[in-house]
């Protein structure tokens, strides 16, 4: 699925959900049988959930360490917010508001884009315990990956638009990798994700030129 395609259909199931919060995850992650408990009692705005690896290979052992940092940091301080621990779980009206208006074309780092949204509004969270488990891929899956995340961006037909994600992404990626002081994970999606920008932006071009 593209980027583009992603961030749509969440806006498309955004506008149906009546419940009082969302929890937004993805189709590797597993919720830890403790969470929902916890989640019944949040009163807060919206709530970090700690990530762990459940597979544990090398790309997710080295996730976890990012994602332990950025968890014990967002307990301190969400400043500054995109090179925290993002909310997975936050009140509906609150993101409903906090969305409101925004192209829903619009596809950088959907998760982190939704939360400095929402953090415009509101600074109401805290930082759960219990936890919610990825199935990490392997490392070149994960390069893979954001090779073809950089090259559906690039060939988004709104060039701009496209332009504004990648700068927006590569300084979460980039700034992410400075202040946790982790293993390079990010670094390791930068480089692809990149270079996939710049082979999706030269095919668009291509095809233009023909059309």
Do not use: W
């Not at 992603?6 to 919720?31: G, H, M, N």
């Not at 969470?35 to 090398?58: H, T």
């Not at 829903?104 to 109401?124: C, G, M, N, Q, Y």
């Not at 692809?192 to 059309?211: D, N, Q, T």
Request: overall charge positive; glycine content about 4%.
């Amino acid at each position: 699925m593209e980027p583009t395609d992603r961030f749509e259909a969440f806006f498309s199931a955004l506008k149906v959900v009546d419940t009082e919060y969302v929890l937004l995850i993805d189709e590797d992650q597993i919720p830890s049988e403790k969470l929902f408990d916890e989640l019944r009692n949040i009163k807060a705005d919206f709530a970090i959930v700690p990530e762990r690896s459940i597979n544990r290979n090398i790309c997710g052992r080295m996730m976890d360490i990012k994602r332990k940092r950025v968890e014990e940091l967002a307990k301190m301080s969400l400043d500054p917010p995109l090179q925290r621990a993002v909310p997975r779980f936050y009140r509906t009206d609150i993101l409903k508001a906090a969305l409101n208006g925004v192209d829903s074309r619009f596809a950088p780092h959907e998760d982190s884009f939704i939360f400095s949204r929402v953090l415009e509004t509101t600074k109401s969270y805290t930082v759960l315990k219990s936890v919610l488990y990825n199935y990490d891929v392997s490392l070149r899956t994960y390069m893979l990956k954001s090779y073809k995340y950089g090259a559906a961006l690039g060939r988004n037909e709104n060039p701009t638009l496209g332009k504004f994600a990648l700068k927006m992404d590569l300084s979460i990626m980039i700034g992410r990798q400075m202040i946790s002081l982790t293993p390079p994970i990010d670094l390791v999606r930068a480089f692809p994700y990149a270079l996939g920008y710049l082979v999706g932006k030269f095919r668009r071009r291509g095809i233009s030129r023909h059309s």
